[in-house]
């Protein structure tokens, strides 16, 4: 799991990385396909480890509650990191270097937006209880 864990947030990190003049092999292929591959080593020990204590009859309990967990927290994920992409991509908006066209300043506003995602994203963790 550590493994897969280590991966899913290597593919973020990589993803941040993203600028102006990335092309789709040099920046996003490798990282997603890290990415893709992590999750894969991650969900399933911990969905087996999730479900591997609870007794037989309530094991259906526990696997939708699991999945349920999963559905809301990939939803608040999304929320966030969409949040943290807004307010970059505003925040870039004033920093677009000068003589920029139009087209190049929407590289940079997008770029900087989820760059910044990215690395939200990958240095996030749940607080400890």
Same mark, same amino acid.
């Given at each position: 799991?550590?493994?897969?864990a ?10 941040? @990385?993203? *600028?102006t003049d *990335? *092309? ?9 396909l ?10 399933v020990?911990?969905s ?7 007794p ?7 696997a ?5 967990? @999963?559905?809301?927290?990939g939803a ?8 943290v ?5 505003? &925040?870039a908006?004033? %920093?677009?270097p ?5 087209? %190049?300043?929407a590289?940079?506003?997008?770029? &900087?937006?989820?760059a ?5 994203g ?8």
């Amino acid at each position: 799991m550590l493994v897969g864990a280590a991966l899913g947030t290597g593919g973020m990190a990589w993803l941040s @990385q993203v *600028s102006t003049d *990335s *092309s789709y092999v040099s920046i996003t292929l490798g990282p997603l396909l890290m990415f893709g591959f992590g999750l894969g080593l991650l969900f399933v020990p911990l969905s087996v480890s999730l479900v591997a204590g609870v007794p037989p009859q309530l094991s259906g309990a526990a696997a939708s509650m699991m999945v349920t967990v @999963q559905q809301v927290g990939g939803a608040l994920g999304v929320a966030v990191l969409v949040t943290v992409f807004g307010t970059a991509s505003r &925040h870039a908006r004033a %920093d677009v270097p000068a003589g920029s066209s139009a087209a %190049d300043a929407a590289r940079y506003v997008l770029a &900087h937006g989820v760059a910044r995602a990215f690395l939200v994203g990958a240095s996030w963790s749940p607080p400890s209880s």
